[in-house]
């Protein structure tokens, strides 16, 4: 085929406007970033987002890709050997990785590398506290029991590369322990700037389904986060094997609403802890699960 010269002129004026058409058509790598992502939330792996920003839970940073959940568990060292009553416990917390490799580098989980919370076999005794950070990456702390019988904790600290664990110990104090205090009746109670109505519902409170826990808080003047969330809570059964930790699922003005599934039917005692005016505020209320 033969082009005279004004043919082959307009075919030359052409071709720059097919190059630029041709540019414009997407190619695969900008059709999979306007895809929509699933952004995460490392400690409530229900929470879900099409878009970076922080969990309306817990207030962790959403991951686009969350690891594994492996387990990393927890080592617990405890000085002297043989506990007595009032005595100062020194503990030891090391983390390992799944192949025994000690961990050294932790992400910070509300404000804080590790948190603790110590309850006592007569259920009176309870504390949450914030282990030390060493520079070989165990964590310290030091306890006064005031009491003989069993210790239980649990604590919570997310290794860099995983995701948040909680991790269960143990220990023992010479003596016998108390009564258990399991007060059903209470449904008021003032801390020291702070009085908390509580209910669960629905009724009755039912083993393995997730029940909604309720705090009216007042007065409502003053009300502040506490360690990066708006209330922090421990459910602990009457035998102490189970210990529940988890946050409001639900804020409405000065009423907080934690969400909780208990895994037996047996009474549970439940602390609750809020912040007002810099003060922070700790509430023991006692439920019982049913079976249905």
């Known amino acids: 085929m033969q082009f005279n010269r004004r043919e082959c002129l307009q075919l030359l004026s052409a071709a720059p406007l097919l190059q630029v058409t041709a540019s414009k058509k997407p190619d695969s790598s900008q059709a999979d970033a306007s895809e929509p992502k699933d952004w995460t939330c490392p400690m409530d792996p229900d929470v879900h987002s099409d878009k970076p920003g922080k969990c309306p839970r817990c207030g962790m940073q959403l991951l686009l890709h969350v690891p594994d959940r492996v387990e990393y568990p927890l080592r617990l060292t405890i000085e002297p050997r ?74 919570d600290y997310y290794p860099s590369g995983a995701v948040p664990q909680l991790a269960l110990g143990t220990f023992f104090v010479a003596g016998t322990p108390p009564a258990k205090q399991l007060d059903m009746g209470r449904r008021e109670q003032s801390s020291t700037n702070l009085t908390a109505s509580f209910h669960a519902e629905p009724q009755p409170v039912l083993a393995g389904f997730e029940m909604r826990l309720v705090y009216d808080l007042r007065p409502s003047e003053g009300l502040e986060l506490y360690l990066g969330v708006w209330g922090h809570m421990l459910a602990a059964s009457e035998d102490l094997i189970d210990l529940i930790h988890i946050h409001p699922f639900l804020v409405t003005g000065s009423v907080i609403q934690f969400n909780a599934i208990f895994p037996r039917a047996c009474k549970y005692k439940i602390w609750a802890q809020f912040q007002r005016l810099s003060q922070v505020n700790t509430f023991a209320f006692t439920v019982e699960a049913k079976n249905l």
């Not at 799944?98 to 050294?104: A, E, Q």
């Not at 110590?118 to 506290?129: A, M, P, R, S």
């Open 82 to 155: 043989n506990l007595q009553p009032n005595q100062v416990v020194n503990l030891t917390l090391t983390v390992v990785d799944p192949n025994g490799s000690p961990v050294k580098h932790f992400e910070t989980v509300h404000e804080k590398l590790m948190h603790l919370f110590v309850v006592g076999e007569d259920l009176t005794f309870f504390q949450h506290i914030h282990p030390v950070a060493q520079a070989n990456g165990d964590f310290t702390i030091s306890v006064r029991p005031p009491a003989g019988g069993m210790y239980r904790l649990l604590a």
